[in-house]
């Protein structure tokens, strides 16, 4: 008698919206059995687990957490008891002057953005040994090795992102465990939408693809990456149209 194969398994971080919400959709559309989380866009993660589970007939957990609270990764990951694959998607961006940020602000988004990454992995990778397999994909940006003036913590914690997928590449390899990094260019997203008209067509001005690029590529990607030969690891992959090249 053959065996029902286990279905395959991905937590994506940030899903509610913007590239986590096209990279669930990627994912459902691979037949992934699919955790999502977000931290306070409850409606919208449920209606995106409904509408996902039923177009694809996947199962699909939606569950709010915060990214940046180690108690809290600690109890999303007590319902999660297999894992192929780790998205680590969620971010928050800080415009402004560095010498205007406060300690709590610099602290709250390094959270987020890249102890997040170690307080996903420490739990991740353990679920991942057991099946002597996995991958890991964190999404970072143009401003982790270039940095961006007016951003510097966000700079540095996706500089830290792509130091962490790096090491962690190297420390996982031996156990058939993947792990890469996309660094996004500008993507047509709620993070961006502080941004007038005007300095949207300054930056896309420079641009070399001369446009912005869409969640659904970066999902593209990621698709690319499940399919990805297993030598693969320890990547930053620029996905920007050129532009920090
Ligand atoms: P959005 O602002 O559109 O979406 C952010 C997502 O992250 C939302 O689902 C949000 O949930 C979630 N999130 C934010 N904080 C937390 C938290 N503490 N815990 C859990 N979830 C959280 O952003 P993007 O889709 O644009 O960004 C996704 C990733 O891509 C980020 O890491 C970002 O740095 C990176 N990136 C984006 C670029 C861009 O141009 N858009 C460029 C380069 C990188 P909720 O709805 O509950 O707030």
Redesign the pocket.
């Known amino acids: 008698m053959q065996q029902t194969p286990t279905p395959k398994t991905a937590l994506v971080?940030?899903?509610?919206?913007?590239?986590?919400r096209a990279i669930a959709e990627a994912l459902a559309a691979e037949g992934y059995r699919l955790y999502l989380?977000?931290?306070?866009?409850e409606k919208?993660l449920t209606q995106l687990s409904h509408r996902l589970s039923e177009n694809f007939h996947v199962e699909c957990t939606p569950i709010l957490?915060?990214?940046?609270d180690a108690k809290a990764v600690e109890q999303l990951f007590s319902q999660i008891d297999d894992l192929t694959l780790l998205v680590n998607?969620?971010?928050?961006?800080h415009i402004g002057l560095l010498h205007q940020m406060s300690v709590q602000e610099w602290q709250r988004l390094m959270n987020?953005?890249l102890n997040a990454l170690f307080y996903t992995c420490r739990l991740a990778v353990p679920l991942m040994l057991q099946r002597h397999a996995g991958k890991i994909i964190n999404?970072?940006?143009?401003w982790g090795s270039c940095g961006a003036s007016m951003e510097v913590a966000y700079s540095a914690s996706?500089g830290g992102v792509n130091a962490f997928t790096k090491a962690l590449a190297k420390e996982l390899a031996p156990s058939n465990i993947q792990v890469n990094a996309i660094a996004?260019?500008?993507?047509d997203?709620?993070?961006?939408r502080h941004f007038s008209e005007e300095e949207m067509e300054m930056l896309q001005s420079e641009i070399p693809a001369d446009r912005i690029g869409q969640?659904s590529e970066v999902a593209e990607m990621v698709r690319s990456l499940l399919h990805a030969p297993s030598y693969l690891t320890g990547q930053v992959i620029g996905l920007d149209g050129g532009w920090q090249m």
Do not use: H, W, Y
């Open positions: 971080t940030g899903a509610s919206r913007g590239i986590g989380t977000c931290k306070t866009s919208e957490a915060d990214m940046g998607n969620a971010g928050i961006s987020v953005n999404i970072s940006s143009v996706k996004c260019g500008l993507i997203t709620d993070m961006n969640p």
